[in-house]
């Protein structure tokens, strides 16, 4: 299931320039192939934090979002990096990463000792929400190259400039939405407003993941604009589902939100569901596990409780669950679980290998770009008199102090034992 807070890191700009440009370098000389293009990804992803940190930073030091030499630099090194995406992705991961030189002064351009505020984009660690389903999404929505692209912060800054990419814009606008959850607004200084408002007659790309319970993220962005003259006909939303707006939208969204192009690309059409075959989960599964027998089998939200013997199924909240599949091969099926984009995915890899190496959950197979590969273990479900039984005590016992002296808690600060114990009453 999904356990997750709005928790935020600090990092030097200098050390995460540093490190990029180093990741970079390496990408240039892995073989072609979908590892090569999962780090591509990652880069892009951490790229994508260093802008945000800088922008939110000056965001905080001025009160309003402004133009300036550290944001123009920033969208550039974006545009850039997804562009290297894009290129990856369209040809089926082959052919040489050919690194643009401006990339390099770029990030020599960032590299001040400044502390960063980080904060890990929810749809890249538990939605399943990838680059690249916005890549396609931009590709055919058949908008021109000269649309303002806005991309709303923590997400939006590198999923805009994947939209950018993909329709050959110039780089992107980042903005922060402020406020209460449900009526964001925007702080938007002079000349950054004169920017985006300079072709009235323009599209405007509105980019998110999302909307949620309100939608007003996506909201503010398009109620500021018409109120400083755009019309809504040149607005078109690129946000992480199909669905529509939550309960706590306003008419005035809701309306525009039924009206306007919404483009989207789904992780099952991305994935699942490809035209182009080298973008197939299964494949790069089967890489991994011996060719499938069938489709992969979605056990997402509930559905794997099909697979226990009899009919005492446990409960489930489908909304937190992380979607997963089984892939059938010879060797009997493997399930296949979102784990994370980028460095979450990894990070999770890492784990999951620590903890079957001590025995503790089935072998791993590995990370196939974002999703986990491990055996799958048929079960039973326990009656609650067993969980009295003393082996079970005293494996659980050797479950916890595993985890405490080979899997400490982040350097983070996380929740504190009150939030976690309201959070566990509700």
């Known amino acids: ?45 951490r790229a994508g934090e260093l802008v945000q940190g800088l922008a939110d930073l000056e965001l905080a030091q001025m009160g309003a979002d402004e133009i300036s030499a550290s944001r123009q630099t920033g969208e550039c090194l974006l ?11 369209r040809q089926g991961f082959a052919g040489p990463v050919v690194v643009p030189a401006r990339v390099a002064r770029s990030l020599a351009n960032s590299q001040a000792p400044l502390s960063l505020s980080i904060r890990e984009p929810e749809g890249y660690a538990f939605y399943a929400l990838y680059p690249e389903s916005y890549l396609e999404a931009a590709a055919g929505s058949g908008l021109p190259a ?40 925007l702080a938007v200084a002079p000349q950054l407003a004169e920017r985006l408002l300079r072709d009235r007659a323009a599209n405007f790309a509105i980019v998110d993941e999302g909307p949620g319970l309100s939608g007003s993220s996506f909201g503010c962005v398009a109620d500021w ?55 197939h989960l299964a494949d790069w599964i089967a890489h991994l596990v011996g060719p499938l027998e069938k489709p992969l089998e979605d056990v997402s939200a509930g559905l794997w409780r099909k697979t226990l013997p009899g009919d005492r199924w446990p409960p489930v909240d489908g909304r937190f669950e992380r979607r997963k599949f089984l892939a059938h091969t010879a060797d009997g099926p493997w399930l296949v679980k979102f784990a994370g984009l980028g460095d979450a995915g990894q990070r999770k890899l890492v784990k999951a290998r620590l903890l079957a190496d001590a025995g503790f959950t089935p072998p791993v197979a590995g990370l196939c770009h974002g999703f986990l590969v491990q055996k799958w273990v048929s079960a039973r479900l326990m009656a609650p008199p067993e969980f009295r039984r003393p082996a079970f005590i005293a494996h659980l016992g050797r479950y916890l102090s595993f985890r405490a002296r080979s899997l400490p808690p982040p350097a983070a600060q996380g929740a ?10 509700i």
């Open 1 to 45: 299931m999904l356990v997750y807070g709005d928790a935020k890191r600090l990092e030097r700009a200098d050390m995460l320039c540093a490190e990029i440009a180093s990741r970079l370098q390496a990408a240039q000389h892995l073989p072609a192939g979908i590892e090569r293009h999962t780090e591509l990804v990652a880069i892009l992803l």
């Open 225 to 279: 604009l018409e109120d400083h003259g755009v019309s809504g006909r040149r607005f078109h939303f690129f946000p992480g589902h199909k669905g529509g707006l939550g309960p706590q939208s306003c008419g005035r969204h809701r309306e525009r939100w039924a009206a306007r192009p919404r483009n989207v690309i789904d992780v099952d059409d991305l994935l699942i569901r490809p035209s182009n075959s080298a973008r």
């Open 79 to 89: 545009l850039d990096l997804a562009g290297l995406v894009a290129r990856s992705w």
């Open 416 to 425: 504190s034992m009150a939030k976690l114990c309201e959070m566990a009453m």
């Open 146 to 185: 000269d649309t303002v692209v806005i991309g709303l912060r923590s997400i939006g800054t590198t999923l805009s400039a994947i939209v950018a990419a993909s329709i050959g814009a110039k780089p992107p606008v980042t903005l922060r939405p402020i406020g209460d959850p449900f009526q964001r607004r």
